[in-house]
C-alpha cells in the first residue's frame, strides 16, 4: 500500500514559524516619526500665514456714502495698517432744522476712532462725528447725538462774519475744544480760530480726525451746564 506523508497541522505549521526577535525600539521609532511629521505640518501652516501676514492682511469694510449708516456699495480690502471699519456721520443744523444726515463709511485706523465734534457760526451749527467696528463686512453702530445738557463757548474765524455764541454739546461731548491754527499765503497772515463742543477722543487725537483740524493745536476744558 502506498503511504502518504502525513499532513501537519495548520496551526502547529503557524506555530513553528521562527519569530522575529522584539526590538523595544520599534514603538519609540515609531513616535519620533509621527511626532516628526507633525512638527513638519506645524512648520508649514505658520510659513503660510507669516507670508499672508507679509503680504499685508487685513480687514475688508464698505466704501460708501449717501443718507443712510448701512449703505455697502463697495466691499474693499483695506490696507494693512488699518484695521477698523469706519462710519462718519456729518449733519448740518440751519434756523433749528436738521438737513438729511450724510453718511461716509471706509477703511480706517482704530486708535483714531470714535471722535465728535460741533461747532456753530451765526444761524448753523454742524456735528461731525465717527464710529467704528473691528471685523469684516461690519456695520459700525451709530452713536447717541442727542443734547447732553452741556454747553460751550463757539466761533468759527474767519470770516470773522459770526461773533462768538454757545454751542449745545451732544452726545458723549462733555468737552469745549479751542483750535488755532496761522496760515500764511504769500504775504497774508490768516490767524484760524475754532471754538466748540468735543468728546475725550477728539481732544487726545484732533490731528487725525476731520481735515479742517490737519495743522495747528487744540487745547480742551471741561464743559459746563450754566455757559452764558
Not at 455697502?72 to 480690502?77: D, E, G, T, V
Not at 445738557?149 to 462768538?164: A, E, I, R
Given at each position: 500500500?502506498?503511504?502518504?506523508?502525513?499532513?501537519?497541522?495548520?496551526?502547529?505549521?503557524?506555530?513553528?514559524?521562527?519569530?522575529?526577535?522584539?526590538?523595544?525600539?520599534?514603538?519609540?521609532?515609531?513616535?519620533?516619526?509621527?511626532?516628526?511629521?507633525?512638527?513638519?505640518?506645524?512648520?508649514?501652516?505658520?510659513?503660510?500665514?507669516?507670508?499672508?501676514?507679509?503680504?499685508?492682511?487685513?480687514?475688508?469694510?464698505?466704501?460708501?456714502?449717501?443718507?443712510?449708516?448701512?449703505?455697502?456699495?463697495?466691499?474693499?480690502?483695506?490696507?494693512?495698517?488699518?484695521?477698523?471699519?469706519?462710519?462718519?456721520?456729518d449733519l448740518l443744523t440751519i434756523k433749528n432744522e436738521s438737513d438729511?444726515?450724510?453718511?461716509?463709511?471706509?477703511?480706517?485706523?482704530?486708535?483714531?476712532?470714535?471722535?465728535?465734534?460741533?461747532?456753530?457760526?451765526?444761524?448753523?451749527?454742524?456735528?461731525?462725528?465717527?464710529?467704528?467696528?473691528?471685523?469684516?463686512?461690519?456695520?459700525?453702530?451709530?452713536?447717541?447725538?442727542?443734547?447732553?445738557?452741556?454747553?460751550?463757548?463757539?466761533?468759527?474765524?474767519?470770516?470773522?462774519?459770526?461773533?462768538?455764541?454757545?454751542?449745545?454739546?451732544?452726545?458723549?461731548?462733555?468737552?469745549?475744544?479751542?483750535?488755532?491754527?496761522?496760515?500764511?499765503?504769500?504775504?497774508?497772515?490768516?490767524?484760524?480760530?475754532?471754538?466748540?463742543?468735543?468728546?475725550?477722543?477728539?481732544?487726545?487725537?484732533?490731528?487725525?480726525?476731520?481735515?479742517?483740524?490737519?495743522?495747528?493745536?487744540?487745547?480742551?476744558?471741561?464743559?459746563?451746564?450754566?455757559?452764558?
Amino acid at each position: 500500500m502506498k503511504s502518504f506523508p502525513k499532513r501537519q497541522h495548520p496551526l502547529k505549521a503557524e506555530m513553528d514559524i521562527p519569530q522575529q526577535p522584539h526590538c523595544p525600539m520599534d514603538g519609540k521609532v515609531q513616535m519620533y516619526r509621527t511626532s516628526t511629521i507633525h512638527r513638519t505640518y506645524a512648520i508649514v501652516f505658520l510659513s503660510i500665514m507669516a507670508a499672508l501676514w507679509s503680504q499685508g492682511y487685513s480687514i475688508r469694510c464698505f466704501k460708501c456714502s449717501g443718507s443712510s449708516p448701512d449703505c455697502n456699495a463697495s466691499l474693499i480690502q483695506c490696507k494693512p495698517q488699518y484695521d477698523a471699519c469706519n462710519t462718519k456721520l456729518d449733519l448740518l443744523t440751519i434756523k433749528n432744522e436738521s438737513d438729511d444726515p450724510y453718511f461716509s463709511r471706509s477703511c480706517a485706523q482704530s486708535q483714531y476712532c470714535g471722535w465728535s465734534i460741533s461747532t456753530s457760526f451765526g444761524s448753523a451749527s454742524t456735528l461731525e462725528q465717527s464710529s467704528c467696528c473691528m471685523s469684516d463686512n461690519c456695520t459700525p453702530a451709530i452713536r447717541n447725538i442727542s443734547f447732553n445738557g452741556l454747553k460751550c463757548p463757539t466761533k468759527y474765524s474767519p470770516p470773522n462774519l459770526y461773533p462768538q455764541g454757545i454751542e449745545s454739546c451732544r452726545g458723549d461731548q462733555n468737552l469745549c475744544f479751542n483750535f488755532t491754527n496761522t496760515q500764511t499765503t504769500g504775504n497774508t497772515t490768516v490767524q484760524v480760530n475754532i471754538l466748540g463742543c468735543a468728546n475725550e477722543q477728539f481732544c487726545r487725537n484732533f490731528r487725525f480726525t476731520s481735515p479742517t483740524f490737519l495743522e495747528g493745536n487744540v487745547s480742551c476744558v471741561d464743559a459746563t451746564a450754566e455757559l452764558v
